[in-house]
């Protein structure tokens, strides 16, 4: 994925004067670079070019996911309000849950979520722990789920708050990737791959952005 710089009236075109030689290629793209702990994504949509031909992208409206051979794309949605409220991208070893939502222009909402989150975790019977994370804080929840076979279970997970222009990209991980980090698994890599599309309507901070099924998209009952 290719990175874009747009240039503007203040940033002219640079002019290489004589007997100065151009800036290597790998210092002109380390410019071009999303600092801080985006630098290799998730990514803001006006970060990125995209190739409307790719036939890798899958449009989600409010985000745009890559496939991968060996994970699938699952759509949660609110049947009461008619709306897709999660995406899920799920592998033989663990799965990432996104939502994104309308962040401030100058300002963290993961903070207060954060601690929203945590208290409606405990409420559950539940424990969510604070620990430092590559996005920044983020929580390692324990919940007590029932398995198909109807016994009790822990089910650990880690909660991700990705903070970008004007959004905020809540990420869940399950599986092996909530107790056994590794940037490289297909899980977190696909993480890594996901533009967020705030667009420019006006969102109260906190909601929630639309999410849309695609066109193509096949309904799977939940016990099928």
Do not use: C, H
């Not at 049947?79 to 939502?101: K, S, W």
């Amino acid at each position: 994925m290719r990175i874009r710089r747009r240039q503007t009236e203040e940033t002219p075109d640079r002019e290489t004067a004589p007997g100065v030689a151009e800036p290597d290629v790998a210092e002109a793209d380390a410019e071009e670079q999303v600092p801080g702990p985006r630098a290799a994504g998730p990514w803001d949509s006006s970060e990125v070019t995209l190739d409307p031909e790719d036939p890798t992208k899958v449009d989600l409206g409010g985000l745009i996911v890559t496939g991968r051979p060996g994970l699938e794309l699952r759509l949660q949605v609110d049947e009461g309000r008619g709306q897709v409220a999660a995406v899920l991208l799920a592998g033989p070893e663990g799965a990432v849950e996104l939502r994104p939502f309308a962040a401030p222009r100058n300002g963290d909402i993961w903070d207060d979520a954060r601690k929203s989150l945590a208290a409606e975790v405990t409420r559950q019977g539940g424990t969510a722990t604070e620990a430092d994370g590559p996005f920044g804080p983020e929580l390692r929840v324990v919940m007590n789920v029932t398995t198909p076979e109807g016994r009790t279970a822990a089910q650990p997970s880690r909660v991700l708050g990705i903070p970008g222009p004007r959004w905020l990209l809540r990420a869940t991980l399950f599986g092996k990737p909530a107790v056994d980090p590794d940037p490289d698994s297909e899980v977190e890599a696909a993480l890594r791959d996901v533009i967020v599309v705030r667009g420019s309507q006006p969102y109260p901070p906190g909601e929630a952005l639309p999410l849309t099924v695609p066109a193509n998209a096949q309904r799977v009952d939940p016990g099928d």
